[in-house]
């Protein structure tokens, strides 16, 4: 078996965390691939998947609905950085959360996530995971205000206390045009 590449990855480790009757969060949508996938996963439980275009809601939905699995799922058109207002009354164990920073493939490249909005999220989602759970954020920054936001997100997380959250580093070093990469934040105290 060879290394594992970073999107497999990234869904081994929600595999990892979200069983049925849990609630897990995408927090960008974008074409709603990983909100199917944690729909899949949670069972009775359920998805918050959120996203600031509205073609990405749309998407999310329409691909929600074909496979069955939209009354599982509450698409919030709205910035991830209001996560914890939205979840505020959820009383099942919030395991996995999940980012793909950038743009939405396909549409407008200036519309982007940025760091400090990722990480005001970032923080919101420490206060409400459940311990042991975690948060998958696929880094992607083969573009301008990618790159920012990453060394932004980068030194956020570099800064956690180790006690409060164990933080992973994945990727390939060696390929060409800026790979995405995974940070994975373990949620301890």
Known sequence: MGLMRVLPFAKHLLREHVVPG????DMTAGNGHDTLFLAELVGDGHVYAFDVQEEAV???RQRLEE????ERVSVIHDSHH??????ADETRP???AVFNLGYLPGSDKTVTTTGETTIDALRQLQDVMAIGGVIVVVIYHGHDSGKIERDEVL?????????????????FIN???????????????
Request: cysteine-free.
């Open 67 to 70: 496979a069955g699995m939209a």
């Open 155 to 171: 030194a956020y997380v570099e800064s956690l206390d180790q006690k409060q959250a164990g933080v992973l580093r994945y990727g």
């Open 175 to 189: 390929q060409v045009n800026h790979p995405p990469f995974i940070i994975a934040i373990e949620k301890r105290a």
């Open 58 to 60: 749309v998407a999310t």
């Open 94 to 96: 919030i395991t996995a």
């Open 22 to 25: 849990t609630v897990a969060i």
């Open 82 to 87: 209001t996560v914890q207002t939205i979840v």
